[in-house]
């Protein structure tokens, strides 16, 4: 016996391939970019960053990957066990890492400075603003959505 869906309103996807197809595409394009920044950053720094913030930007990385991961679930065409969440509960799903990267952005654009590394600064900077983009995006896409 198959369990009821949680209560509340849910999310409702645009029937279309092509749509939700742009629906991806729209909510990738900050992601993408994020993911190549903390991909540029380890590749630049090298030796010359602290274990601490290689570290961290392992974690950012991962973040960035589940924010994509959702995405692509959720904004798919496929079944999903995500899409059987109702709206407040994907809210939370999307938020975690969101949170979770701008937090991390924060942490360590300070220890890039610190570590005299102001180009690395900068794209955390970046990446941050996109983590930022990508969450109120969607936020409106959940709240234009639902049923």
Request: charged content about 25%.
């Amino acid at each position: 016996m198959s369990e009821a869906p949680p209560p509340g309103p849910r999310l409702r996807l645009p029937s279309a391939a092509e749509a939700l197809r742009a629906l991806r595409h729209d909510l990738r394009t900050p992601i993408n970019p994020s993911l190549g920044y903390c991909e540029l950053i380890v590749e630049e720094a090298g030796d010359a960053a602290p274990p601490v913030l290689l570290a961290g930007l392992g974690e950012l990385h991962s973040a960035g990957r589940r924010m994509l991961t959702l995405t692509n679930e959720v904004f798919s065409d496929q079944p999903s066990v995500l899409r059987q969440l109702n709206v407040p509960e994907l809210r939370r799903e999307f938020r975690a890492p969101a949170e979770t990267a701008a937090a991390l952005c924060t942490k360590l654009e300070q220890q890039a400075n610190a570590a005299a590394m102001p180009v690395a600064a900068r794209d955390l900077q970046r990446i941050g603003i996109a983590t930022g983009r990508w969450l109120a995006r969607v936020e409106e896409l959940l709240e234009q959505n639902c049923r």
